[in-house]
Protein backbone atom coordinates (compact mmCIF):
# COMPACT_ATOMS: atom_id res chain seq x y z
CA UNK A 1 0.00 0.00 0.00
CA UNK A 2 0.84 3.62 -0.92
CA UNK A 3 1.63 6.23 1.70
CA UNK A 4 -0.81 8.11 2.68
CA UNK A 5 -0.27 11.78 2.43
CA UNK A 6 -3.58 13.35 3.80
CA UNK A 7 -6.24 11.82 6.32
CA UNK A 8 -8.85 12.69 8.17
CA UNK A 9 -10.22 11.10 11.05
CA UNK A 10 -13.98 12.00 12.28
CA UNK A 11 -13.53 15.57 11.66
CA UNK A 12 -16.06 17.79 12.74
CA UNK A 13 -16.33 21.72 12.68
CA UNK A 14 -18.67 24.16 14.04
CA UNK A 15 -19.39 27.63 13.32
CA UNK A 16 -21.37 29.67 15.49
CA UNK A 17 -23.73 32.23 14.00
CA UNK A 18 -24.27 35.30 15.85
CA UNK A 19 -27.44 37.09 15.41
CA UNK A 20 -26.58 40.27 16.75
CA UNK A 21 -23.15 40.18 17.70
CA UNK A 22 -22.50 41.62 21.08
CA UNK A 23 -18.62 43.16 21.13
CA UNK A 24 -18.94 45.48 23.54
CA UNK A 25 -18.16 45.46 27.49
CA UNK A 26 -21.91 46.26 28.59
CA UNK A 27 -23.48 44.14 26.24
CA UNK A 28 -20.90 40.83 27.54
CA UNK A 29 -21.97 42.00 31.13
CA UNK A 30 -25.85 42.08 30.68
CA UNK A 31 -25.31 38.77 28.75
CA UNK A 32 -23.44 37.52 30.55
CA UNK A 33 -23.42 33.80 30.59
CA UNK A 34 -25.92 33.39 28.01
CA UNK A 35 -25.03 32.18 24.05
CA UNK A 36 -26.23 34.59 21.56
CA UNK A 37 -25.29 32.91 19.38
CA UNK A 38 -26.39 29.22 17.25
CA UNK A 39 -24.30 26.32 16.68
CA UNK A 40 -24.02 25.23 13.39
CA UNK A 41 -22.01 21.89 12.29
CA UNK A 42 -19.90 22.91 9.34
CA UNK A 43 -18.38 19.50 8.40
CA UNK A 44 -20.08 16.23 10.76
CA UNK A 45 -17.88 13.04 10.86
CA UNK A 46 -15.45 13.69 7.88
CA UNK A 47 -13.42 10.60 7.47
CA UNK A 48 -11.00 11.03 4.26
CA UNK A 49 -8.00 9.09 2.95
CA UNK A 50 -5.60 10.23 0.29
CA UNK A 51 -2.32 8.41 -0.56
CA UNK A 52 0.55 10.24 -2.50
CA UNK A 53 0.67 11.36 -5.73
CA UNK A 54 -2.92 11.12 -5.66
CA UNK A 55 -5.74 13.93 -6.89
CA UNK A 56 -8.96 14.28 -4.99
CA UNK A 57 -11.89 16.82 -6.24
CA UNK A 58 -14.51 18.04 -3.75
CA UNK A 59 -18.01 18.60 -5.33
CA UNK A 60 -21.32 19.74 -4.09
CA UNK A 61 -23.81 22.72 -3.96
CA UNK A 62 -23.02 26.05 -2.23
CA UNK A 63 -22.90 25.57 1.47
CA UNK A 64 -22.04 22.07 1.42
CA UNK A 65 -18.86 22.85 3.19
CA UNK A 66 -16.38 21.89 0.55
CA UNK A 67 -14.27 25.07 1.01
CA UNK A 68 -14.67 24.65 4.95
CA UNK A 69 -12.86 21.29 4.52
CA UNK A 70 -10.41 22.78 2.26
CA UNK A 71 -9.92 25.12 5.04
CA UNK A 72 -9.65 22.54 7.90
CA UNK A 73 -7.43 20.64 6.06
CA UNK A 74 -5.22 23.53 4.95
CA UNK A 75 -4.53 24.64 9.38
CA UNK A 76 -6.67 28.03 8.16
CA UNK A 77 -9.48 26.67 10.60
CA UNK A 78 -8.73 24.63 13.19
CA UNK A 79 -11.19 21.68 13.46
CA UNK A 80 -13.60 21.42 16.75
CA UNK A 81 -13.36 17.85 16.90
CA UNK A 82 -11.34 15.08 15.22
CA UNK A 83 -7.86 15.66 13.49
CA UNK A 84 -6.07 16.34 10.29
CA UNK A 85 -2.80 14.56 9.03
CA UNK A 86 -0.67 15.63 6.27
CA UNK A 87 2.16 14.12 5.37
CA UNK A 88 4.45 16.82 3.57
CA UNK A 89 4.60 20.45 2.51
CA UNK A 90 1.54 21.65 2.36
CA UNK A 91 0.47 24.63 -0.25
CA UNK A 92 -2.87 26.21 -0.50
CA UNK A 93 -4.24 28.61 -3.00
CA UNK A 94 -7.69 30.03 -1.88
CA UNK A 95 -7.15 33.06 -3.33
CA UNK A 96 -4.48 34.68 -5.66
CA UNK A 97 -2.29 37.64 -4.86
CA UNK A 98 -2.85 37.39 -1.30
CA UNK A 99 -1.07 39.92 0.33
CA UNK A 100 -0.23 41.58 -2.64
CA UNK A 101 0.57 45.47 -1.71
CA UNK A 102 -0.47 47.83 -4.37
CA UNK A 103 2.11 50.08 -4.07
CA UNK A 104 5.16 47.58 -4.35
CA UNK A 105 6.36 46.47 -7.89
CA UNK A 106 5.18 43.43 -9.41
CA UNK A 107 8.69 41.84 -8.87
CA UNK A 108 8.75 43.03 -4.46
CA UNK A 109 5.18 41.29 -4.78
CA UNK A 110 6.84 38.22 -6.32
CA UNK A 111 8.67 37.83 -2.83
CA UNK A 112 6.25 38.97 -0.04
CA UNK A 113 3.67 36.42 -2.09
CA UNK A 114 6.18 33.33 -2.20
CA UNK A 115 7.83 33.77 1.31
CA UNK A 116 4.02 33.70 2.96
CA UNK A 117 4.09 30.18 1.36
CA UNK A 118 7.00 29.37 3.30
CA UNK A 119 9.70 30.24 0.47
CA UNK A 120 12.94 31.20 1.58
CA UNK A 121 14.96 34.10 -0.49
CA UNK A 122 17.29 31.59 -2.24
CA UNK A 123 14.37 29.57 -3.22
CA UNK A 124 12.54 32.20 -4.54
CA UNK A 125 15.57 33.49 -6.29
CA UNK A 126 15.77 30.50 -8.44
CA UNK A 127 12.45 30.69 -9.73
CA UNK A 128 12.35 34.38 -10.46
CA UNK A 129 12.84 34.43 -13.82
CA UNK A 130 10.66 31.81 -14.62
CA UNK A 131 8.26 33.05 -12.41
CA UNK A 132 8.31 36.48 -14.69
CA UNK A 133 8.27 34.28 -18.14
CA UNK A 134 5.18 32.73 -16.89
CA UNK A 135 3.50 35.70 -16.32
CA UNK A 136 4.03 37.24 -19.51
CA UNK A 137 4.65 40.54 -18.07
CA UNK A 138 7.49 41.70 -19.37
CA UNK A 139 9.15 44.92 -18.17
CA UNK A 140 5.58 45.67 -16.19
CA UNK A 141 7.20 43.50 -13.70
CA UNK A 142 9.41 46.57 -12.25
CA UNK A 143 5.93 48.85 -11.97
CA UNK A 144 3.24 48.88 -9.44
CA UNK A 145 0.75 46.33 -8.89
CA UNK A 146 -2.03 49.23 -8.49
CA UNK A 147 -1.10 50.20 -12.53
CA UNK A 148 -1.71 46.65 -13.26
CA UNK A 149 -4.69 45.46 -15.21
CA UNK A 150 -7.09 42.93 -13.57
CA UNK A 151 -5.87 40.46 -15.79
CA UNK A 152 -2.28 40.92 -15.00
CA UNK A 153 -2.46 40.93 -11.72
CA UNK A 154 -3.80 37.52 -11.52
CA UNK A 155 -1.43 35.90 -14.01
CA UNK A 156 1.17 37.34 -11.58
CA UNK A 157 -0.91 35.97 -8.72
CA UNK A 158 -1.08 32.73 -10.50
CA UNK A 159 2.10 32.34 -11.95
CA UNK A 160 3.98 32.68 -8.24
CA UNK A 161 1.55 30.06 -7.20
CA UNK A 162 2.32 27.63 -9.41
CA UNK A 163 5.96 28.01 -9.23
CA UNK A 164 6.18 27.04 -5.32
CA UNK A 165 7.06 23.33 -6.46
CA UNK A 166 4.26 22.03 -3.68
CA UNK A 167 4.01 18.47 -2.55
CA UNK A 168 0.79 18.62 -1.84
CA UNK A 169 -1.70 21.60 -3.57
CA UNK A 170 -5.24 22.52 -2.33
CA UNK A 171 -7.08 24.38 -4.66
CA UNK A 172 -10.32 26.58 -4.48
CA UNK A 173 -11.45 27.02 -8.02
CA UNK A 174 -9.02 29.59 -8.70
CA UNK A 175 -8.18 27.96 -12.72
CA UNK A 176 -10.22 30.57 -13.86
CA UNK A 177 -8.14 33.35 -14.47
CA UNK A 178 -6.73 35.04 -17.60
CA UNK A 179 -7.98 34.50 -21.33
CA UNK A 180 -8.07 30.74 -22.62
CA UNK A 181 -4.36 30.39 -23.91
CA UNK A 182 -3.07 31.45 -20.12
CA UNK A 183 -5.25 29.08 -19.02
CA UNK A 184 -4.39 26.44 -21.50
CA UNK A 185 -1.12 27.17 -19.60
CA UNK A 186 -2.28 26.38 -16.24
CA UNK A 187 -4.22 23.22 -17.11
CA UNK A 188 -0.94 21.84 -18.91
CA UNK A 189 1.27 23.31 -15.60
CA UNK A 190 -1.52 21.64 -13.28
CA UNK A 191 -1.11 18.22 -15.38
CA UNK A 192 2.50 18.28 -15.17
CA UNK A 193 2.22 18.56 -11.51
CA UNK A 194 0.15 15.42 -11.38
CA UNK A 195 3.12 13.24 -13.50
CA UNK A 196 5.58 15.01 -11.11
CA UNK A 197 3.51 13.23 -8.28
CA UNK A 198 2.06 15.95 -6.56
CA UNK A 199 -0.80 14.98 -4.03
CA UNK A 200 -4.06 17.66 -5.81
CA UNK A 201 -6.73 18.81 -3.63
CA UNK A 202 -9.42 20.36 -5.78
CA UNK A 203 -12.69 22.11 -5.00
CA UNK A 204 -14.41 22.96 -7.69
CA UNK A 205 -17.86 23.74 -9.14
CA UNK A 206 -17.37 22.54 -12.28
CA UNK A 207 -17.71 18.14 -12.22
CA UNK A 208 -16.64 18.24 -16.18
CA UNK A 209 -12.67 19.34 -15.02
CA UNK A 210 -13.11 17.16 -12.09
CA UNK A 211 -13.57 14.04 -13.80
CA UNK A 212 -11.08 14.89 -16.44
CA UNK A 213 -8.00 16.39 -13.53
CA UNK A 214 -8.94 13.81 -10.35
CA UNK A 215 -8.34 10.34 -9.42
CA UNK A 216 -10.84 10.48 -6.69
CA UNK A 217 -13.63 12.85 -5.49
CA UNK A 218 -15.86 13.35 -2.40
CA UNK A 219 -19.31 14.79 -2.44
CA UNK A 220 -20.36 16.78 0.25
CA UNK A 221 -23.94 17.13 1.09
CA UNK A 222 -24.92 19.36 4.36
CA UNK A 223 -21.15 18.91 5.54
CA UNK A 224 -21.26 14.68 5.48
CA UNK A 225 -19.81 12.43 2.95
CA UNK A 226 -22.74 11.59 0.96
CA UNK A 227 -20.28 9.64 -1.30
CA UNK A 228 -16.72 9.29 -1.71
CA UNK A 229 -14.66 7.12 -4.51
CA UNK A 230 -13.70 7.12 -7.95
CA UNK A 231 -13.80 10.44 -9.30
CA UNK A 232 -16.17 9.08 -12.70
CA UNK A 233 -18.56 7.42 -10.73
CA UNK A 234 -18.96 10.35 -7.90
CA UNK A 235 -19.26 12.88 -10.53
CA UNK A 236 -21.89 11.17 -12.63
CA UNK A 237 -23.95 9.80 -9.49
CA UNK A 238 -23.80 13.61 -8.34
CA UNK A 239 -24.86 14.90 -11.80
CA UNK A 240 -27.10 12.46 -11.85
CA UNK A 241 -28.62 13.93 -8.45
CA UNK A 242 -28.47 17.23 -9.85
CA UNK A 243 -30.59 16.51 -12.70
CA UNK A 244 -33.23 15.40 -10.65
CA UNK A 245 -33.82 18.45 -8.81
CA UNK B 1 6.71 25.04 21.33
CA UNK B 2 9.98 24.24 20.45
CA UNK B 3 7.76 22.57 17.17
CA UNK B 4 6.34 26.09 16.64
CA UNK B 5 10.01 27.71 16.62
CA UNK B 6 11.24 25.47 14.28
CA UNK B 7 7.93 26.63 12.02
CA UNK B 8 8.31 30.00 12.33
CA UNK B 9 12.50 29.96 11.23
CA UNK B 10 10.83 28.17 8.07
CA UNK B 11 8.97 31.48 7.57
CA UNK B 12 11.47 33.52 8.09
CA UNK B 13 11.73 35.20 4.91
CA UNK B 14 8.01 35.83 5.45
CA UNK B 15 8.69 37.64 8.52
CA UNK B 16 11.72 39.67 7.37
CA UNK B 17 9.41 41.01 4.55
CA UNK B 18 6.61 42.02 6.89
CA UNK B 19 9.39 43.73 9.06
CA UNK B 20 11.04 45.73 6.48
CA UNK B 21 6.98 46.28 4.53
CA UNK B 22 6.26 47.47 8.01
CA UNK B 23 9.66 49.75 8.28
CA UNK B 24 8.94 51.00 4.71
CA UNK B 25 5.19 51.99 4.75
CA UNK B 26 5.59 54.29 7.54
CA UNK B 27 7.53 56.73 5.70
CA UNK B 28 5.45 55.89 2.44
CA UNK B 29 5.27 58.56 -0.20
CA UNK B 30 6.95 61.05 1.93
CA UNK B 31 9.52 62.83 0.64
CA UNK B 32 12.51 61.84 3.14
CA UNK B 33 10.89 58.40 3.12
CA UNK B 34 13.39 56.27 5.61
CA UNK B 35 15.67 59.53 6.67
CA UNK B 36 12.69 60.17 8.69
CA UNK B 37 13.51 57.14 11.12
CA UNK B 38 16.62 59.79 12.04
CA UNK B 39 14.91 62.84 11.52
CA UNK B 40 11.84 61.70 14.16
CA UNK B 41 13.98 61.12 17.16
CA UNK B 42 16.74 64.37 16.22
CA UNK B 43 13.66 66.86 16.48
CA UNK B 44 12.09 65.26 18.91
CA UNK B 45 15.55 65.71 20.87
CA UNK B 46 15.30 69.49 19.78
CA UNK B 47 12.19 70.22 20.85
CA UNK B 48 13.29 68.78 24.43
CA UNK B 49 16.13 70.67 24.75
CA UNK B 50 14.77 74.02 23.84
CA UNK B 51 12.09 73.62 26.17
CA UNK B 52 14.14 71.97 28.97
CA UNK B 53 17.18 74.75 28.78
CA UNK B 54 15.38 77.89 27.89
CA UNK B 55 11.68 77.46 29.10
CA UNK B 56 11.23 74.60 31.80
CA UNK B 57 14.36 74.94 33.87
CA UNK B 58 15.07 71.52 35.03
CA UNK B 59 17.53 70.62 38.09
CA UNK B 60 18.82 67.63 36.71
CA UNK B 61 21.99 68.10 34.33
CA UNK B 62 21.46 67.02 30.79
CA UNK B 63 17.73 66.88 31.43
CA UNK B 64 17.05 66.42 27.42
CA UNK B 65 19.42 63.33 27.71
CA UNK B 66 17.99 61.98 30.30
CA UNK B 67 14.29 61.87 29.39
CA UNK B 68 15.84 61.35 25.37
CA UNK B 69 16.94 57.98 26.66
CA UNK B 70 13.62 57.33 28.49
CA UNK B 71 11.58 58.44 25.69
CA UNK B 72 13.50 56.36 23.01
CA UNK B 73 13.35 53.07 24.82
CA UNK B 74 9.49 53.58 25.77
CA UNK B 75 8.93 54.29 21.68
CA UNK B 76 9.87 50.87 21.17
CA UNK B 77 7.28 49.65 24.15
CA UNK B 78 4.68 51.74 23.22
CA UNK B 79 4.80 51.08 19.50
CA UNK B 80 4.84 47.48 19.70
CA UNK B 81 1.91 47.65 21.96
CA UNK B 82 -0.40 50.50 20.02
CA UNK B 83 0.47 48.83 16.52
CA UNK B 84 0.57 45.50 18.16
CA UNK B 85 -3.10 45.38 19.40
CA UNK B 86 -4.95 45.72 16.16
CA UNK B 87 -1.99 43.58 13.98
CA UNK B 88 -4.00 40.32 13.44
CA UNK B 89 -7.46 42.25 13.32
CA UNK B 90 -6.12 44.46 10.66
CA UNK B 91 -4.50 41.45 8.76
CA UNK B 92 -7.56 39.58 8.58
CA UNK B 93 -7.75 39.34 4.90
CA UNK B 94 -4.41 37.57 5.16
CA UNK B 95 -5.18 35.30 7.71
CA UNK B 96 -8.19 34.07 6.32
CA UNK B 97 -6.47 33.01 2.82
CA UNK B 98 -3.37 31.72 3.51
CA UNK B 99 -1.69 29.08 6.24
CA UNK B 100 1.25 30.55 8.02
CA UNK B 101 2.24 30.50 11.71
CA UNK B 102 -0.25 33.72 13.24
CA UNK B 103 2.68 34.38 15.61
CA UNK B 104 4.97 35.75 12.21
CA UNK B 105 2.38 39.12 12.21
CA UNK B 106 2.91 40.34 16.18
CA UNK B 107 6.15 39.90 16.15
CA UNK B 108 6.78 41.48 13.18
CA UNK B 109 5.45 44.42 14.64
CA UNK B 110 8.08 44.02 17.55
CA UNK B 111 10.93 43.36 15.25
CA UNK B 112 10.33 46.31 13.30
CA UNK B 113 9.50 48.43 16.54
CA UNK B 114 12.88 47.27 18.03
CA UNK B 115 14.62 48.15 14.50
CA UNK B 116 13.61 51.45 14.40
CA UNK B 117 14.71 52.07 18.14
CA UNK B 118 18.23 50.60 17.55
CA UNK B 119 18.20 53.19 14.57
CA UNK B 120 17.57 55.99 16.30
CA UNK B 121 20.32 55.03 19.25
CA UNK B 122 22.95 56.41 16.59
CA UNK B 123 20.99 60.21 17.26
CA UNK B 124 21.36 59.37 21.53
CA UNK B 125 24.79 58.21 20.89
CA UNK B 126 25.51 61.71 18.57
CA UNK B 127 23.31 63.68 21.79
CA UNK B 128 26.00 61.59 24.60
CA UNK B 129 28.78 62.79 22.76
CA UNK B 130 27.84 66.72 22.14
CA UNK B 131 26.30 67.44 25.61
CA UNK B 132 29.70 65.92 27.19
CA UNK B 133 28.23 63.12 29.15
CA UNK B 134 30.41 60.69 26.38
CA UNK B 135 29.93 57.08 26.19
CA UNK B 136 31.19 54.43 28.90
CA UNK B 137 32.34 51.05 28.66
CA UNK B 138 29.18 50.22 30.52
CA UNK B 139 27.24 50.41 27.20
CA UNK B 140 28.01 47.29 26.03
CA UNK B 141 25.01 46.00 28.30
CA UNK B 142 22.99 47.52 25.97
CA UNK B 143 22.33 44.64 23.96
CA UNK B 144 21.88 42.65 27.17
CA UNK B 145 18.86 45.34 28.19
CA UNK B 146 17.46 45.01 24.89
CA UNK B 147 16.86 41.50 24.90
CA UNK B 148 14.93 41.53 27.89
CA UNK B 149 12.76 44.26 27.45
CA UNK B 150 11.95 42.38 23.70
CA UNK B 151 11.47 39.25 25.70
CA UNK B 152 8.87 40.78 27.59
CA UNK B 153 7.43 42.87 25.08
CA UNK B 154 6.73 39.95 22.61
CA UNK B 155 4.54 38.17 25.29
CA UNK B 156 2.76 40.84 25.40
CA UNK B 157 1.90 41.68 22.31
CA UNK B 158 0.73 38.17 21.05
CA UNK B 159 -1.87 38.36 24.22
CA UNK B 160 -3.09 41.79 23.22
CA UNK B 161 -3.58 40.93 19.51
CA UNK B 162 -5.00 37.85 20.04
CA UNK B 163 -7.29 38.66 23.21
CA UNK B 164 -8.52 41.76 20.85
CA UNK B 165 -9.90 39.51 18.01
CA UNK B 166 -12.47 38.51 20.52
CA UNK B 167 -13.02 42.14 22.55
CA UNK B 168 -12.53 44.52 20.18
CA UNK B 169 -12.66 46.88 23.30
CA UNK B 170 -9.36 46.26 24.11
CA UNK B 171 -7.92 48.40 21.53
CA UNK B 172 -9.75 51.31 22.34
CA UNK B 173 -8.82 50.50 26.33
CA UNK B 174 -5.06 50.32 25.68
CA UNK B 175 -4.52 53.56 23.90
CA UNK B 176 -6.22 55.12 27.17
CA UNK B 177 -3.81 52.56 29.53
CA UNK B 178 -0.77 53.24 27.37
CA UNK B 179 -0.95 57.02 28.42
CA UNK B 180 -1.13 56.21 32.59
CA UNK B 181 1.79 53.52 31.90
CA UNK B 182 3.82 56.21 30.47
CA UNK B 183 3.47 58.65 33.43
CA UNK B 184 3.84 55.60 36.03
CA UNK B 185 7.26 54.78 34.64
CA UNK B 186 10.68 57.54 35.30
CA UNK B 187 10.84 58.95 32.10
CA UNK B 188 9.80 62.38 32.21
CA UNK B 189 11.18 62.47 36.06
CA UNK B 190 13.92 60.31 37.91
CA UNK B 191 12.66 57.66 40.05
CA UNK B 192 14.16 59.70 43.14
CA UNK B 193 11.54 62.13 43.57
CA UNK B 194 9.05 59.38 44.03
CA UNK B 195 8.34 59.38 48.09
CA UNK B 196 10.30 56.26 49.45
CA UNK B 197 6.88 54.36 50.75
CA UNK B 198 5.53 54.29 46.75
CA UNK B 199 9.03 53.59 45.49
CA UNK B 200 8.25 49.56 45.98
CA UNK B 201 5.30 50.03 43.59
CA UNK B 202 7.15 51.67 41.00
CA UNK B 203 9.32 49.08 40.47
CA UNK B 204 6.44 46.64 40.03
CA UNK B 205 6.16 47.87 36.69
CA UNK B 206 8.48 46.24 34.45
CA UNK B 207 8.96 49.78 32.40
CA UNK B 208 10.21 51.11 35.48
CA UNK B 209 13.80 48.60 35.68
CA UNK B 210 13.77 49.06 31.59
CA UNK B 211 14.36 52.39 31.73
CA UNK B 212 16.13 52.53 34.93
CA UNK B 213 18.60 50.29 33.14
CA UNK B 214 19.20 52.16 30.07
CA UNK B 215 19.22 55.29 32.42
CA UNK B 216 22.73 53.73 34.26
CA UNK B 217 24.44 52.91 31.10
CA UNK B 218 24.01 55.56 29.45
CA UNK B 219 23.21 58.53 31.86
CA UNK B 220 24.56 57.74 35.19
CA UNK B 221 27.09 55.62 33.54
CA UNK B 222 27.35 52.70 35.65
CA UNK B 223 26.33 49.18 35.36
CA UNK B 224 22.69 48.01 35.54
CA UNK B 225 21.31 46.96 38.92
CA UNK B 226 22.05 42.94 37.21
CA UNK B 227 20.07 41.33 40.00
CA UNK B 228 16.89 43.14 38.94
CA UNK B 229 17.74 42.88 35.40
CA UNK B 230 18.30 38.90 36.07
CA UNK B 231 15.17 38.71 37.78
CA UNK B 232 13.14 40.97 34.98
CA UNK B 233 14.81 38.34 32.68
CA UNK B 234 13.25 35.19 34.75
CA UNK B 235 10.33 36.91 34.58
CA UNK B 236 10.07 37.78 30.72
CA UNK B 237 11.43 34.38 30.17
CA UNK B 238 8.12 33.08 32.54
CA UNK B 239 5.51 35.55 30.83
CA UNK B 240 7.10 34.52 27.30
CA UNK B 241 5.22 31.20 27.94
CA UNK B 242 2.47 31.82 29.42
CA UNK B 243 1.98 34.61 26.60
CA UNK B 244 2.73 31.52 23.96
CA UNK B 245 -0.09 28.97 25.75
CA UNK B 246 -2.46 31.97 25.83
CA UNK B 247 -1.61 32.79 21.90
CA UNK B 248 -2.03 29.62 20.75
CA UNK B 249 -5.27 28.81 22.77
CA UNK B 250 -6.70 31.67 21.03
CA UNK B 251 -5.61 31.55 18.04
CA UNK B 252 -7.32 28.67 16.63
CA UNK B 253 -10.80 30.58 15.90
CA UNK B 254 -9.15 33.60 15.23
CA UNK B 255 -10.12 33.12 11.29
CA UNK B 256 -13.32 32.45 12.31
CA UNK B 257 -14.26 35.53 14.48
CA UNK B 258 -11.98 38.84 12.29
Known sequence: ?245 | MIKKIIEIYRYREMLRNLVSKELQARYKNSVLGFFWTFLNPLLMLAVYTFVFSTIMRSDIKDFSVFMFIGLLAWNYIAGSVLQGTGCLVSNSSLLKKVYFPREVIPLSIVFANMINYILSMIILLVALLISGIGIHHDILFYPVILLVQTIFLIPLVLILSVVNVYFRDLEHTVNVLINLWFFVTPIVYPISIVPEHLRIFFYLNPATHIVEAYLAIMYYRVAPNLPALFWMFVGSIIFFWIGYLIFDHLQRRVTEEI
Not at chain 1, 160 to 181: F, Q
Not at chain 1, 195 to 211: C, D, L, N, R
Open chain 1, 1 to 245: MSEIAIETRELYKEFRVYHDRAMSMKERVVNWGRHKYEKFWALKDVNLRLEKGKSLGIIGRNGSGKSTLLKVISGIYYPTKGEVKVNGKLTTLLELGAGFHPDFTGRENIYFNASIFGFTRKEINAKLDEIIAFSELGEFIDNPVRNYSSGMYMRLAFSVAIHIEPEILLLDEVLAVGDSAFQEKCMSKIKSFREKGVTMIFVSHASMQVSKLCDKAVWLKDGMIERYGDAKGVVKAYERWMDTR
